[in-house]
């Protein structure tokens, strides 16, 4: 006779043994419709499964995190029925719910086609309207390996000979389809609903290494209701036109090659853009206090290893050994040379915090399935300070810095930051005593800054817990930009210390701060924010000066010469060709004004000004032209 509790406190009786979906079905029958699992004193189980005892239970719905997450796995698996039921000869191995969707890796010989895709979802949408039952059963290891050895799921085998032999292990049974899986999952096919879509192909290896077969990946997305479908696909559609990698084709930014793959081919325009984001950072940091400096990118080894980052971060750096027998690691951050530089001489209490800014070249390795445009690369630089202070000044400066971040968004159009909180991970270094202070100090700052944030449990770096800051784009897309890290840790492993007002040394506290994280990604982040069209301040070019007719040739130099006495980026455009083939031309290259000057113009001082995305355009004086845009881009677009 359990007794079940649920979230508002109420306490229900049932007689016997019951599961989720009684209980959802003596609430109502909205909850019963949308009930995809159910949670027992906090952990997430199947709604068949048997409640016994007296529990803490929660229903958990298809529009909540945990059910979108279960739905998008149920979308897997049936999305490698559909597979098997088309072409048994093919092999599945794994399929998890991921960010947005799901995928399934196949081993397959065939490569599968779009045309395959449309075959596999009208496969998947006939196994929804069957409503098959979804089952579960605990299988003994050995007997699971024969099982799936003898229908010829060789990495299925693999995959549960890696097991245990002591962990239970469970199945999940569909149809004629049968998987290994820890579930949960929904009670039949038929709670999925029809709101999914294959997406694409890509290749995979498997378990992620290089040296094992390549498998073929499909994914797909998946939503608890249709109209969340119609509108995810539209926002894919308008991502693709705002693709970073196309517009930087168009407006000439940059380029990548074979040769140095993750690394960005930088063109004039693109680097024009590029300094002009540093430029614009060092101001900022020169105002709130920082002093800027430069560390060398190859480290010996010993300083990572005594720092933690070669115990934890090894696997992802660039390393080489010279004739001499030393061995370097090329840096993948900033932070242990930042260190070094502050233990150069005897550092007073007073003299804290002492604040440091680098805008550091950093190498990852990332595997080569992984590299996404500027979007993720193997070589970077990072906008990276690091600021040393006592713990008395953890929450002041964590204030500051935030209150940095948020009016630096703002300036570059991002209005909607989302702030969360990351505390300790499973693989780190240090006490636990020293994770402690160090999550606390963290979360008193945003208490007294009165900054909304969300949990993001076990995310934190290794030394450290930290904030991350994350970025809504025009379209609704999520970016984790910049980062805030208080860290306990790697001051002492390096030895940093300060004379304190008793005279005695004491470790620093050690702040991580990052703002555009990577300006190769936050650039690709701006380009598709913008949709290539980006502020006038920002522009690689910001004004070109068109000649309707050639008497205007000599008018238009002054011009242009005239707006770069005022430091705007100015070019002309003198060919022989119509204006409107001139205006057209540098519109699909996103120039932000165009100033067209003909006879009329020459005789009048005058300019005619279109903005980009605008039909109309304006005849001012030379002078008035001027005064707008230098004032526009002195005030960064803002109302002066």
């Known amino acids: 006779m359990p007794n079940i509790t649920l979230p508002d406190g109420s306490v229900r009786q049932f007689e016997t043994a019951t599961t989720g979906a009684e209980i959802a079905a003596s609430i109502g029958k909205g909850l019963a419709r949308d009930a995809v699992a159910v949670r027992v004193d906090g952990e997430l189980v199947d709604l068949t499964r048997d409640i016994e005892e007296d529990a803490a239970v929660e229903i958990v719905t298809r529009e909540s995190d945990d059910g979108l997450e279960l739905l998008r796995h149920d979308a897997a698996h049936v999305l490698a029925e559909a597979v098997k039921e088309l072409w048994p000869d093919t092999q599945v191995t794994i399929g998890p719910a991921i960010e947005n969707g799901f995928y399934y890796d196949f081993a397959r010989e065939a490569p599968f086609t779009e045309d395959d895709l449309e075959v596999i979802e009208a496969r998947m949408h006939e196994i929804v309207a069957r409503d098959e039952a979804i089952e579960r059963e605990v299988w003994e290891r050995d007997s699971a390996v024969d099982f799936f050895r003898n229908i010829g799921e060789e990495y299925k085998a693999e995959i549960i000979e890696s097991i245990p032999s002591d962990e239970a292990l469970t199945l999940y049974r569909q149809g004629e389809f049968i998987d290994l899986c820890r579930g949960p999952h929904l009670p039949s096919t038929g709670k999925l609903g029809n ?41 894919l559609e308008e991502a693709e036109k705002r693709d970073h990698r196309r517009l930087a084709r168009t407006m000439d930014l940059f380029h990548f090659q074979e040769e140095a793959p993750g690394a960005v081919f930088w063109h004039p325009k693109g680097w024009t853009l590029f300094q002009s984001l540093i430029n614009f950072m060092r101001q900022q940091q020169n105002a709130a206090g920082y002093r800027e400096i430069n560390t060398p990118e190859l480290m010996d080894r010993s300083l990572w290893q005594a720092s933690g980052h070669w115990e934890s971060f090894g696997e992802n750096m660039y390393t080489t050994e010279t004739v001499d027998g030393r061995h370097y690691a090329i840096k993948p951050m900033n932070c242990p040379g930042h260190v070094q530089v502050f233990k150069q001489g005897i550092t007073s209490y007073r003299d804290l915090p002492y604040r440091l800014a680098e805008f550091g070249k950093c190498h990852r390795y990332e595997p080569s399935g992984a590299l996404h445009g500027m979007m993720r690369v193997r070589a970077f630089t990072q906008d990276d300070a690091h600021i040393f202070c006592t713990p008395e000044q953890i929450t002041d400066e964590s204030i500051a810095v935030c209150d940095l971040i948020l009016g630096i968004y703002r300036d570059f159009g991002f209005d909607n930051v989302r702030i969360k909180f990351a505390d300790r991970p499973e693989v780190r270094v240090g006490e636990d005593s020293v994770w402690d202070q160090a999550e606390a100090a963290l979360l008193k700052a945003l208490e007294v800054a009165g900054l909304d944030y969300t949990h993001n449990p076990g995310e934190g770096a290794f030394y450290g817990p930290k904030l991350e800051f994350v970025l809504r784009d025009a379209i609704g897309r999520d970016w984790q930009c910049g980062t805030l890290q208080v860290d306990l840790n790697m001051p002492g492993r390096l030895g940093a210390t300060y004379i ?88 699909v290259q996103k120039v932000p004004v165009l100033l067209a000057v003909g006879q009329r113009e020459v005789e009048e001082q005058t300019v005619a000004m279109r903005r980009l995305g605008s039909k109309n355009q304006r005849v001012l004086s030379l002078e008035e032209a001027l005064a707008e845009l230098d004032d526009e881009v002195r005030n960064r677009g803002r109302l002066s």
């Open 195 to 235: 709101a999914f879509k294959l997406t694409h192909v890509s290749g995979a290896y498997w378990r992620g290494d290089s040296r094992n077969e390549m498998l073929q990946r499909v994914y797909g997305t998946a939503w608890p209701h249709e109209k969340q479908l119609r509108q995810y696909l539209l926002m």
């Open 500 to 587: 304190g007002e008793d005279g005695d040394k004491h470790l620093p506290v050690m702040l991580h701060r990052a703002i555009f994280g990577s300006l190769e990604r936050f650039i690709g982040i701006l380009i598709e924010h913008h949709a290539g069209n980006l502020p006038l301040w920002l522009a690689p070019i910001q004004v070109k000066v068109l000649t309707i007719t050639s008497d205007a040739d000599d008018y238009a130099e002054t011009v242009a010469r005239r707006l770069r006495d005022a430091g705007l980026r100015a070019e002309t455009d003198c060919r022989n060709e119509k204006i409107s083939y001139k205006v057209r031309e540098h519109s």
